[in-house]
Every structure is written in structure tokens, then in C-alpha cells.
């Protein structure tokens, strides 16, 4: 199909990726393009054309397809955020390679993150919950829920389980937010180069003195057999740090504020402390703080009646994958009750995510707590007066008021 | 009942463990096994749904 047919001669296709207005919904203008056609074109930042597959089956199917890369370090991978321009070379581990390197790499994780091993950790979670919500409520009665709690959770969680030292958060924390947040490729290599040089230091330390966490049990088991060398382990530290606050950070402020969005749902959890488990899930579905993921195709790939060419940009919309009519009844309706099956907020296909079972037990425990501990908890803002973040980053809140 | 598990293509999401856990589980590399004595587990009905729950299509599951 050629571009006449979809929109009258010499309009653009829209731009993507773009802002939400309400933190929990996808733009206007995604919802537009649902419904018809299981894809659509948009047009990135630099002016390239995309490919955006929006249906849920369609979608699922994209992300198993060995014929898509998900290769960063491809010199014509499609570049979605202006930050990360011309840093073709540099690929990031697990993320941004594709097998055989992807699954050498994620074998070595793998039982780290197991279902067993991350429910052995759940009374250190429930722990430092307990810790944080005694701290907030010794403050209160407001705080911004962001860095008084959403935000400490899964960064000491991760550190904990990492073996990286808490007391070095600020530090790290201030980095990965300029990394994430840079507008310029500078920016962005400056608080990079300072997050590597930290980690570079640490695993050194590591090494002559270990200790017993992940990257401990990394360097014991792969580094000093030959399996990863000294950058490998950095850098996946350094993917495992950033990839372990950034999202699920979000998934609890976001969680939260949709919660409080909607009294008759929270009365439901309210009731029924049990209930927490399958919120998660629907939270997961409803809010997809991971919009969208990027690919590129290997060869030309038919989907919907189109011809995806080898070389195209090929973009995945979760957020409107896990809003697909066809696949949820009322897709637009939140519903905690709701058995959110196969939803794609952590992906689908070999990338899906390596820390879903962490994430879940933070965000049950996390939302669980504070439902339980603050009844009376609110916004302390109007809604349209929460900043959110922009569209090509996780969803969320920068800042969440609340007080009860 | 007939299930067919490939461990090669197992990525450790524990979507079977989570949807089916009478018959999934999962050993000590976090990798997908089947529960001792799954016979039992086979009358879950969300147990035809764990083919389309795994991320990586290491799960079948055909009649007979």
C-alpha cells in the first residue's frame, strides 16, 4: 500500500512517539489509529518513516519473529529519542542484541531471577516497605510519593539483590536520570560515562573483595571463567541498575495514581487485600508504562495485508496492543476483577522482561502496604497539575503530591 | 494429554508456573519443569491456556 491510499497526498504520517495528557491513557491520537488496520505509519523525530503495529495478536506475533532485530548497535537501527543518535556501536546487553549473544547472556541471569528466588525475597521487600511507609507517615501528612517511596523501593531492592551499595543511590540515581532524561547525545554520554566509570569501580572492587550478590555471583562464576569479560560485566550491571528503577518506579506511582483515579477500584482492593495480585496484572495491561518497543526488520515481513521491508522501523505499541478490543472486552475500562491474560506490559517474545517476577512482588507488596497502611490517602494536586514524563520515556509521574 | 516442553527455548518468565502452577514449575536454573506428579493438574482448564502465556512458544499442548 502506498502512502496515497492512507491519507490524502503529501500530509505526513503523524509523529511518534508523543505525550500523553492523562498519565494512564495512551495520546488521543494512538487511540485514532486503532481499530482498523492492525498497523499504521508515524513518522519519527529525524523524519524517518515507521511502522507502529497496534493490534494485540499482531503485535504478539512481531515479537516472537526472529526476523526483527532488536539490535542497538546497528548503524541504521531506528533511532526513537534524539539522545541516543549516533551512538550506533554501542550495543547494551540483553536489551539491544539479538540471540545467539541475547541468550548466552540471559542464561546466565536466568536463575537469578527465578519465580522461587524472588519470592524467598519477599519479606525483604515487605521490609523495606514497612520501613519507607513508617518513615512517609512520621513526615506527613503529605510527601511526594515519587521519591519518598516509589522510587527508593525498587532502587534498594535492586541494589540489595545486585550487591551494589544503597549509600551510593544519590549518585547513581541523579545519573541514571540525566542518562534518561538527556536532550542532547552529550548529555547523555556524560552521565553515561560517569554511571560506567562507577560500575567499572565497583566490579574492580568486587573482584578483590567479594561479596554475595548478583554481580558477585557474576564475576565468581563468568568472569573468572572466561565466559564474560570485565566490559560485559559492567555493562550488564549497568543495564540490570537502570532497567531495575526506571519502569518499576513508575509502575508504583502510576499504579497508585490510577488507583486513586478510581475509588470504586481501590474500594475493591480495600475489601479485598487479595485482590492485590490480580491489580497488578490489570495495572500492568491498563498502564503500560512501557509504550512502545523498537525493532528493525532483518527481511521483508507480510503483516496485515502490508509489506514491512528488510531495513524498515518497525514499532510495537504495548499501550495500545494491551488496549486491543479484540483481545480485552471493554479495553478501556479498569477494572481490578478483570483477568488481564497475555497482556504485554513486560513484552512478549525473548526479550520480555528478565525482572517481571521482581517487579510483580514490588508493586503487589508496594501498592498492597499502601492501601493498607493509608487509608486516607489522595492527591494533594488536582490531576492535570501532576507533571508526567515525556512520551518516548517510561510513563509516569515525575513527581506524585499526595497527602491523608 | 500430551506436553511437550523445550528448555532450549526457555527464557524463565514463569507465565506456565504463574498460569498452570499444578503442572509448571520451575528447577533450580529457574527453567520450566513439569511438577511431580502433573497428571493430577491436567483438569486445570487454565492449563490449555499456557501455550499462548509463554513469551518464547517453549510450551505445546495437544490431546491425546
Given at each position: 500500500m502506498t502512502e496515497t491510499e492512507i491519507r490524502p497526498t503529501g500530509s505526513p504520517a503523524p509523529s511518534f512517539p508523543q505525550d500523553r495528557?492523562?498519565?494512564?491513557?495512551?495520546p488521543q491520537a494512538y487511540t485514532d489509529w486503532r481499530?482498523?488496520?492492525p498497523l499504521t505509519q508515524v513518522t519519527l523525530f529525524d523524519g524517518r518513516p515507521a511502522w507502529m503495529v497496534t493490534g494485540h495478536a499482531e503485535g504478539r506475533a512481531m515479537l516472537v519473529?526472529?526476523?526483527?532485530?532488536?539490535?542497538?548497535?546497528?548503524?541504521v537501527f531506528p533511532v526513537?529519542?534524539?539522545?541516543?543518535?549516533?551512538?550506533?556501536?554501542l550495543s547494551f546487553p540483553l536489551i539491544g542484541v539479538d540471540d545467539p549473544v541475547h541468550a548466552r547472556q540471559r542464561r546466565m541471569l536466568i536463575p537469578s531471577f527465578g519465580v522461587k528466588r524472588m519470592n524467598a525475597i519477599r519479606p525483604m521487600v515487605q521490609e523495606l516497605v514497612d520501613q519507607l511507609l513508617d518513615d512517609m507517615l512520621a513526615k506527613g501528612p503529605t510527601a511526594d510519593l515519587v521519591s519518598a517511596f516509589a522510587l527508593p523501593v525498587p532502587s534498594m531492592a535492586i541494589c540489595e539483590l545486585l550487591g551494589?551499595?544503597?549509600?551510593d543511590h544519590d549518585f547513581f540515581e541523579e545519573r541514571s536520570r540525566n542518562f534518561v532524561g538527556a536532550k542532547t547525545t552529550a548529555e547523555a554520554d556524560a552521565a553515561f560515562g560517569e554511571l560506567y566509570g562507577y560500575l567499572h569501580g565497583l566490579v574492580g572492587k568486587k573482584q578483590a573483595e567479594p561479596g554475595d550478590g548478583l554481580l558477585d555471583e557474576l564475576i565468581a562464576r563468568q568472569l573468572e571463567e572466561g565466559e564474560l569479560d570485565h566490559n560485559e560485566v559492567v555493562m550488564i550491571a549497568l543495564v540490570l541498575l537502570l532497567a531495575g528503577h526506571e519502569t518499576t518506579v513508575n509502575a508504583i506511582s502510576l499504579g497508585a495514581l490510577t488507583l486513586l483515579q478510581h475509588p470504586d477500584q481501590l474500594e475493591v482492593l480495600r475489601r479485598d487485600p487479595e485482590a492485590v495480585t490480580g491489580a497488578v496484572e490489570e495495572l500492568l495491561r491498563f498502564t503500560s508504562v512501557s509504550d512502545y518497543m523498537v525493532r528493525m526488520a532483518k527481511e521483508d515481513i507480510e503483516l496485515g495485508g502490508e509489506t514491512i521491508k528488510a531495513g524498515d522501523a518497525v514499532l510495537i505499541s504495548i499501550s495500545l496492543m494491551n488496549r486491543d478490543g479484540k483481545a480485552y472486552e471493554d479495553p478501556d475500562t479498569f477494572d481490578v476483577?478483570?483477568?488481564?491474560?497475555?497482556?504485554?506490559g513486560f513484552g512478549h517474545?525473548?526479550?520480555?522482561?528478565?525482572?517481571q517476577n521482581l517487579a510483580r512482588i514490588e508493586i503487589e507488596i508496594a501498592l498492597g502496604s499502601l492501601i493498607a497502611r493509608i487509608?486516607?490517602?489522595?492527591?494533594?494536586?488536582?490531576?492535570?497539575?501532576?507533571p508526567i514524563k515525556a512520551?518516548?520515556?517510561?510513563?509516569?509521574?515525575v513527581e506524585l503530591p499526595v497527602t491523608w | 494429554m500430551r506436553i511437550t516442553i523445550d528448555r532450549d527455548r526457555?527464557?524463565?518468565?514463569g507465565q506456565c508456573a504463574m498460569t498452570a502452577p499444578g503442572v509448571f514449575t520451575q528447577d533450580d536454573e529457574a527453567l520450566v519443569a513439569l511438577v511431580p506428579g502433573y497428571e493430577d493438574g491436567t483438569?486445570?482448564?487454565r492449563l490449555l491456556d499456557v501455550p499462548m502465556a509463554c513469551p518464547v512458544q517453549a510450551i505445546e499442548i495437544s490431546e491425546g
Open positions: 495528557t492523562c498519565p494512564y491513557q495512551p481499530g482498523e488496520r519473529d526472529p526476523r526483527l532485530s532488536a539490535d542497538w548497535g546497528h548503524p526513537v529519542v534524539q539522545r541516543t543518535e549516533g551512538r550506533g556501536g551494589v551499595p544503597y549509600a476483577r478483570r483477568k488481564a491474560r497475555h497482556h504485554v517474545g525473548i526479550h520480555q522482561c528478565l525482572g487509608p486516607g490517602l489522595r492527591l494533594a494536586v488536582p490531576v492535570d497539575q501532576v512520551g518516548h520515556d517510561a510513563q509516569g509521574p | 526457555c527464557i524463565g518468565s483438569g486445570d482448564p
